[in-house]
């Protein structure tokens, strides 16, 4: 008798769940929406924003990339070898 009354308690906690949120989902929605055209808004109006200071056809890099450096002294020689059939 316990098992069968835990098991009518989980569903009907889901039906009631998920009638819950087919109410809310649009408001969330909504909300999300109306958050995400702030952010870009936001982003649009940054005066830090570059995008009429490089004409057309130029090319504009914001900082050097840093050389990467693939053997270091502490890490031995490289070898170069040949496979044997």
Known sequence: MGFLRIIIIIILVYYVFKFIM??????MARKMMEKAAENFEQQF????YKRDKVKEGETYIEKKPQEETYLHDDEG????????D
Not at 22 to 27: K, T
Not at 77 to 84: I, N, S
Request: hydrophobic share 35%.
């Open 22 to 27: 087919r109410l809310l989902a649009p408001f």
């Open 45 to 48: 109006n940054n005066p830090y």
């Open 77 to 84: 020689e490289f070898t170069d070898y040949e496979e044997v």
